[in-house]
C-alpha cells in the first residue's frame, strides 16, 4: 500500500513540475494558462489520492477525495474563466512571426 502511495506522489510531483516548467517556457497567457490548468489539476489530484491511500481507508481519506473532486470541478471552470476574460479584454493569442 505504501508503494501504490508512493507512486501517485512521485506521479503527482512530476506533473505539477512539468506544469510549472509549462508556465515558464511558453510564450502567452493562454498556452501557459493550458499547461497550468492541466498540469496542476492532474498533479494535484494524483498528490492527494497517494495521501489518501497513505493515510489508509477512513474520513480524512473520504475528505481527500472530496478535495480531487472539487479540484477537478474548479480548476477548468476557472481555467475558462479567465481565458475568456483575457479574450474579450483584447489580449490576442500568440502566432509565429510569419503567420
Known amino acids: ?3 501504490l502511495a508512493l507512486i501517485f ?3 503527482g510531483f ?3 513540475t512539468v506544469a510549472a ?9 493562454y498556452t501557459r494558462l493550458h499547461a497550468a490548468g492541466k498540469g496542476d489539476t492532474l498533479g494535484i ?3 492527494v489520492i497517494g495521501l489518501a491511500i497513505h493515510n489508509g481507508f477512513n474520513l480524512v481519506s ?4 472530496l478535495i480531487v473532486l472539487f479540484i477537478f470541478l474548479a480548476n ?13 479584454s483584447g489580449l490576442k493569442p500568440w502566432t509565429r512571426k510569419g503567420e
Open 21 to 29: 516548467l509549462g508556465v515558464i517556457r511558453f510564450p502567452d497567457f
Open 45 to 47: 489530484a494524483l498528490f
Open 9 to 11: 506522489l512521485l506521479s
Open 14 to 16: 512530476f506533473f505539477i
Open 76 to 88: 477548468p471552470i476557472g481555467g475558462h474563466v479567465l481565458s475568456r476574460a483575457a479574450f474579450k
Open 1 to 3: 500500500m505504501k508503494t
Open 62 to 65: 473520504f475528505k481527500l477525495l
